[in-house]
C-alpha cells in the first residue's frame, strides 16, 4: 500500500515560468505532487480555454483541485486580470483545501482585499509565501517518513491517482479500448463493474454508449448517482445517436462527446495527461 503524496495545486498567471524553479527544488521529493491548470497555451484554448464552450478549462482544474491539499496562489503584476486565481481560490476554499495567497501587485490591493475570509494565510512577496509553502511541504514530508516508519508495507508515492470509473455499454469492446489507453499510466486506475461503492471512491464516471442500442439504464443511474455525488461526468454517445431518453442524461454531463477518441482526449487532458494530445 501506497502513502499518498502531498500535492500541491500552483494558481497564477501562465505567462511567466515562476511555476519551474518551484517544482525543482522538490525534484527529489518524493512525496510532493505539483499540479494545477493548463500551462500550454495552445492546448489549453484547444482543449477549452477560459469562455469557450469546450469543457477542457473546468474538467482540468476541477480534478486538479479535487485531488489538492493546499493552493498556491500568486498574482506578479496587474498586467493580466488573474479572474483564474480567484475563481480556483473559490473551489478550493468549498473543499476545505489550505490556501496561501500572493500578492505582488500592488494596484490591485483594495480589489483582492475581498479574498481574505477564503485564505488561510496572504503574503505581499513571492519570497515569503513560498517560504512558508515550503515549510508546509517539509512538515507533511516529515509526517509521510513517520508514517513509513511506523509501517513498513506502506511505501511514500510520488504520483497521483485518478481513479476512473466506467459504466455504460454492455459491449466489453470500448472497455477494453479504455484499459488499453491507460495500461502504461500508473496514475490512472479503471474500476468497472455495478458496485455502487466503487462510483463513491472514484473521481470522474466515463460513461459510453457505443450504438443505437436501447435503453442503458445503468448508464443513466450511474450518472445520476456520480451527480448528486459531485463527481465529474464524461459521456461519450458515440454517432450522436439521437434518443429522447438521452436528453435526459446530457445536461447532467460535464462534458459530451460524439467519439470514443474525443471523450479519451479530453479524459486525458482532465488527470493531467498532456504528452499525447
Not at 500552483?10 to 525534484?27: D, G, I, T
Not at 482540468?60 to 483541485?65: A, D, W
Request: net charge negative; hydrophobic share 35%; charged share 20%.
Amino acid at each position: 500500500m501506497e502513502i499518498k503524496p502531498y500535492v500541491v495545486y500552483l494558481s497564477s498567471s501562465a505567462h511567466s515560468n515562476w511555476r519551474e524553479p518551484v517544482k525543482a527544488k522538490y525534484v527529489k521529493n518524493g512525496n510532493v505532487v505539483f499540479v494545477g491548470p493548463c500551462e500550454n497555451h495552445g492546448l489549453s484554448d484547444a482543449m477549452g480555454a477560459p469562455g469557450d464552450v469546450k469543457p477542457g478549462h473546468k474538467l482540468r482544474i476541477t480534478q486538479m483541485l479535487n485531488k489538492s491539499d493546499i493552493l498556491f496562489g500568486y498574482i506578479p503584476d496587474d498586467r493580466y486580470r488573474s479572474f483564474n486565481i480567484m475563481l480556483e481560490i473559490g473551489i478550493a476554499h468549498a473543499k476545505a483545501k489550505k490556501i496561501l495567497f500572493v500578492n505582488e501587485a500592488k494596484s490591485l490591493n483594495n480589489e483582492v482585499e475581498c479574498v481574505q475570509s477564503y485564505i488561510d494565510k496572504s503574503f505581499d512577496s513571492l519570497s515569503n509565501g513560498l517560504n512558508s509553502l515550503h515549510q508546509i511541504i517539509t512538515n507533511a514530508s516529515e509526517n509521510g517518513r513517520a508514517n513509513v516508519e511506523q509501517s513498513k508495507s506502506r511505501q511514500p508515492s510520488n504520483h497521483l491517482e485518478h481513479k476512473i470509473f466506467l459504466s455504460g455499454s454492455f459491449s466489453s469492446t470500448w472497455v477494453d479500448c479504455v484499459k488499453a489507453h491507460y495500461q502504461h499510466d500508473k496514475s490512472v486506475t479503471i474500476l468497472t463493474g455495478s458496485r455502487i461503492q466503487d462510483i463513491a471512491e472514484a473521481d470522474i464516471l466515463f460513461a459510453c454508449r457505443t450504438d443505437s442500442e436501447g435503453r442503458l439504464f445503468n448508464l443513466a443511474l450511474a450518472i445520476g448517482y456520480a451527480n448528486a455525488l459531485g463527481k465529474q461526468i464524461l459521456f461519450v454517445n458515440q454517432g450522436d445517436h439521437y434518443s429522447h431518453a438521452y436528453d435526459y442524461v446530457k445536461p447532467f454531463a460535464d462534458g459530451y462527446f460524439t467519439t470514443l477518441d474525443e471523450g479519451l482526449r479530453y479524459l486525458d487532458y482532465a488527470v493531467g495527461i498532456e504528452d499525447r494530445l
